[in-house]
């Protein structure tokens, strides 16, 4: 399978927790935010998303927090599991005629049994 | 349903070397876009399209070309392979641009320029 990255940084979380992983993006112009989940092997796969007006919005088991002041994002995942272990990626699209997504570096996410 | 599938999943080329990378999709999408993931990094986008037999530039698209000539399929083209173009390579597509973009990514192809 594809390998996502070999440098990235690592969250640790015991089975049970619930895990925070952060994200900040570059454009105040941004209108929209899309987390993404990236298994070893596997392309991202969506979460969830939040627009600009909004500064929440929970999902099952996850919550995305935005918090423009600072351009900081959010992705709470609760009573993590096993199958959450991956890399998570947010990403932002531009306000302006193209249809780009930017993304983050991203996080891995490592769940202790 | 396959959802976005491409091919190959694995190549290797010297410097020089062309190649073509196929995306397929069975979703009736409009958009589809081409990625590339470096180590530590997060995706970028190369080259993307809005719909058949049209296509556009992205972040990073010098050394790379693309064709939509059928909507449900998007090629990118490597001219002259360069090792700065190792790299895994991702597609993906969606049924609108903006808002409620929810991008559907293929498997990968892990390219190695030597």
């Known amino acids: 399978g594809e390998s996502v990255g070999l440098h990235l940084p690592t969250l640790s979380v015991q089975e049970g927790d619930n895990s925070i992983i952060n994200c900040a993006y570059s454009?105040?112009?941004?209108?929209?935010f899309i987390w993404y989940k990236q298994e070893s092997g596997k392309g991202p796969q969506f979460i969830i998303d939040i627009r600009s007006n909004m500064d929440k919005r929970q999902g099952q088991r996850v919550t995305v927090l935005l918090n423009k002041t600072v351009k900081h994002l959010s992705l709470q995942i609760a009573a993590t599991q096993p199958g959450d272990s991956a890399v998570y990626f947010c990403a932002e699209i531009l306000m302006d005629s193209s249809y780009k997504l930017i993304f983050g570096s991203g996080t891995r996410l490592l769940v202790r049994p | 349903n396959a959802g976005v599938t491409q091919t190959p999943k694995f190549r290797v080329l010297k410097t020089g070397q062309s190649m073509t990378l196929l995306c397929a999709q069975d979703m009736n999408h409009e958009y589809m876009y081409w990625y590339r993931q470096d180590p530590g990094m997060g995706l970028r986008l190369i080259h993307y399209s809005v719909g058949e037999g049209t296509t556009a530039k992205g972040e990073v698209p010098d050394g790379y070309n693309v064709s939509r000539l059928k909507k449900q399929n998007f090629l990118l083209g490597l001219e002259s392979a360069a090792p700065s173009q190792t790299s895994v390579y991702f597609c993906?597509?969606?049924?609108?641009?903006?808002?409620?973009?929810?991008?559907?990514f293929g498997p990968g192809t892990r390219l190695t320029v030597l």
């Open positions: 993906a597509s969606s049924y609108y641009g903006r808002s409620y973009n929810e991008q559907f």
């Open positions: 454009n105040s112009a941004s209108d929209y």
